[in-house]
């Protein structure tokens, strides 16, 4: 049975601080019997995979690294009207999406999710490295928390 809210961590944890939405993902799913109506999701890199993942949910709250022109570490809480992309597209993968375009796509099936919800992660670093930058990684346990409150 499909759960009908949605979390979903964005982004290559290969790349520092640009994986955070996955190692939050990590953080929920460790404790994922305390929200039992709730689907948490490394979405990663997965491109138009995400169009199946959140298709006719009631919620969907999608967590990535976002460069907002903000001090590294902040969150921001989003619509999708209130996100725009800069992502520059090779168009030579499917595992490669802009997820605002995803979003579109959804609508354009009639599988567009009740709500959907996003949290940018002002980054500090984005270099090949498994590791979050200090003041991400020490801020972690408060982003959870933030974003738990959607659920």
Same mark, same amino acid.
């Given at each position: ?10 982004? $290559? ?10 190692? +939050? ?8 019997? /305390? ?9 990663? @890199?997965?491109?138009f995979a995400l169009l199946h993942?959140?298709?006719?949910? /009631? ?10 022109? @903000?001090?590294?570490? @902040? ?10 992309? +800069?992502? /520059? ?28 919800? &996003?949290?940018? +992660?002002?980054?500090e670093t984005i270099a090949e ?8 990684? $020490? ?11 959607? &659920?």
């Open positions: 049975m499909v759960k009908k809210v949605l979390v979903a961590g964005l982004g $290559n944890p290969l790349m520092s601080d640009e994986g955070v939405g996955v190692r +939050i993902i990590e953080r929920f799913q460790a404790e994922k019997d /305390k929200f039992p109506d709730v689907e948490f999701v490394d979405a990663g @890199t997965g491109g993942l959140i298709a006719n949910r /009631k919620k969907v709250i999608l967590i990535d690294c976002a460069l907002m022109g @903000t001090r590294p570490g @902040t969150i921001k809480r989003f619509a999708p009207e209130e996100v725009e992309s +800069i992502k /520059k597209l090779s168009g030579q993968s499917l595992h490669e999406a802009d997820i605002l375009k995803v979003v579109e796509m959804s609508g354009q099936l009639g599988e567009r999710p009740g709500k959907i919800v &996003f949290f940018g +992660i002002e980054p490295g498994n590791e979050l930058s200090r003041v991400i990684k $020490n801020r972690l346990e408060e982003y959870a928390e933030i974003i738990s409150k959607e &659920f």
